[in-house]
């Protein structure tokens, strides 16, 4: 099966243009997109994906032991890059993606000519001198609780993650989005995402990189975005005017300038 099948490839806008690549976050779909990419469609061949397991990605060929590590997930990204040929392509990685889309470029350098990292955090957990968010036990809890009851884990974390109270709705869009993954695929991405550490990916990254931040994200606080920037030897930082983890559904509008903004200064032209 071609990549672009197995992983529900969608192509948009123009097809002479430089290629924009958006890639969701666990327990999310291409569709979580739907606010941000059509603003790039006349300047951009806009590339949409699901992770395997994740809204119309095939699960028939799912290896447990390939995805128990992030970097089988990266592996799927750099395949869809080079089945569609894409050169001079910004990859866009939302969450634990913003790692994949990282090991995409370090595996194709001469395809990727920008990242742009939403949310990002490329290790979950607290050590000394470096804050992730939780500590050791808390990402116990966390994945004891996604095993036991992943539905139940689901209505009470996906709200959590999205922040913006006051708008109940996103939180219930994201707990249907979790709900849609099959349980054991969920569990081991889960544990894949949050027992990594991909710290030593960032002074490698070899392209200028936008790093976007939220406040009051309890997955990736704003010191985990700081330490991204700083690692990464081209890196930008931008807070957003946004609150919690998915600001491509809670703040479409600061997210699209943002990475508007980021491809303008890149000035790409495709091969």
């Known amino acids: ?70 970097e089988g997930y990266a592996a799927d990204i750099t395949a869809v890059v080079r089945e569609l040929d894409l050169r001079g392509a910004v990859l866009v990685g939302h969450s634990v993606s913003a790692m994949l889309v990282a090991m995409t470029q370090l595996e194709e350098p001469e395809r990727v000519a920008g990242l742009v990292m939403v949310a990002p955090s490329p290790r979950y957990i607290d050590e000394p001198g470096y804050t992730g968010g939780f500590g050791e036990e808390d990402v116990d809890e966390l994945l004891d609780s996604l095993a036991g009851n992943y539905l139940g884990w689901s209505s009470a974390m996906a709200p959590a993650i999205m922040g913006n109270s006051e708008r109940p709705e996103l939180g219930e869009e994201l707990t249907e989005s979790f709900c849609r993954m099959d349980p054991a695929v969920a569990r081991r991405f889960a544990t894949a995402t949050f027992r990594s550490d991909s710290r030593d990916l960032l002074p490698r990254i070899g392209v200028p990189t936008l790093v976007l931040q939220c406040t009051d994200d309890v997955i990736a606080p704003v010191a985990v975005g700081e330490y991204v920037a700083e690692q990464v030897p081209d890196g930008r930082l931008v807070m957003l005017e946004a609150t919690g983890h998915c600001p491509n559904l809670s703040a479409p509008e600061a997210t699209t300038r943002a990475i508007a903004s980021f491809l303008d200064d890149l000035d790409v032209v495709p091969a």
């Open 1 to 70: 099966m071609s990549a672009l099948t197995r992983h529900h490839v969608s192509v948009t806008g123009r097809h002479d243009a430089p290629p924009l690549v958006l890639v969701h976050g666990f327990g999310c779909d291409q569709h979580m997109w739907r606010y941000v990419a059509p603003a790039f469609e006349d300047s951009h061949r806009v590339v949409l994906m699901d992770l395997i397991g994740a809204g119309g990605g095939d699960l028939s060929g799912y290896d447990s032991e390939r995805y128990s590590e992030l």
